[in-house]
């Protein structure tokens, strides 16, 4: 067992959370769920699994992940962020506790973890969505999380990352329907980012934040999700995981992408205001 303490934030997560709990449990030493007021078993059921169960209101992920660290009063090492449609698998909870004791008194402060995305039952391993990777894993007082409305990342303060070599597993699909409707959920935050970070500086953001802003958004609307959809199909060889392979990247790109850019051109022309979205539900 590493020393590490494992935060998990929840809503409706009852048919995922489980399974979350039992991957990490070999590796954390504590493990702590912040749910945003789930109306299923999800609490109950990360209690009776051994997790430490707080409740609290949502607002993004980046809010609620700082809660969850103050609420958690980590007296770890290091720190673990994991989603409950993350699962940890034998050979990379063991990898995982053997970077986490071997780095306790060195300079690495963060740990990037791999994994791979099912979608339709298969493994996407192609597109470019392959592996992805996360920085994870982090000494406790040297990482802190972006404070963004979507794909908020941990920034070290300080030490150097080491980056795991086993897979773990990403099930973010549950049916083309709750799919869609996470897009559409995703896409309101994402336009949201846009227009806050629009007159922002991006010195000091993350390379992919950098490439969206400073490229992709300076493309015409339409012409970008075309272009991501090609690249994410043709170049990175998308096509490669078959129809399931098709699907994914036609979603991401012409449903996800482009509703984005949707949401930031009604913004745009017709003074809508963006609205909180609550959790996902």
């Not at 109306?39 to 430490?52: F, L, P, R, Y």
Request: charged share 30%.
């Amino acid at each position: 067992m590493a020393d590490l303490t494992a935060i998990i934030l929840t809503r409706n997560e009852e048919d995922y959370i489980a399974e979350c709990i039992e991957s990490i449990k070999p590796v954390a030493k504590k493990i702590v769920v912040v749910d945003s007021f789930s109306d299923d078993k999800t609490v109950s059921i990360a209690q009776e699994a051994g997790a430490e169960v707080h409740q609290h209101e949502f607002y993004n992920y980046a809010k609620q992940y700082m809660y969850a660290v103050e609420i958690a009063d980590v007296k770890t090492t290091w720190i673990l962020r994991i989603d409950a449609d993350e699962r940890l698998t034998k050979e990379s909870a063991a990898e995982l506790e053997k970077l986490c004791n071997e780095n306790e008194n060195t300079d690495v402060s963060g740990i990037v973890l791999r994994f791979y995305n099912m979608f339709l039952g298969k493994p996407m391993m192609h597109g470019g969505m392959y592996p992805w990777k996360k920085l994870s894993v982090y000494k406790a007082g040297i990482g802190n999380i972006e404070d963004r409305n979507m794909d908020e990342h941990i920034i070290l303060k300080s030490g150097t990352t080491v980056e795991a070599k086993n897979d773990s597993k990403h099930l973010a699909f549950r049916g083309l329907t709750f799919f869609t409707n996470k897009c559409n959920w995703y896409s309101t935050r994402e336009a949201m980012d846009y227009f806050e970070q629009k007159n922002v500086s991006t010195e000091n953001a993350d390379f992919k934040t950098r490439l969206k802003m400073k490229v992709y958004y300076k493309l015409p609307l339409g012409f970008r999700s075309w272009l991501y959809y090609a690249y994410r199909y043709y170049i990175r060889l998308g096509f490669l995981d078959g129809k399931e392979g098709q699907i994914f990247a036609f979603l991401h790109a012409y449903w996800y992408r482009f509703l984005v850019d949707a949401k930031i051109y009604e913004h745009e022309k017709m003074g809508t205001e963006f609205k909180p979205t609550g959790a996902l539900k």
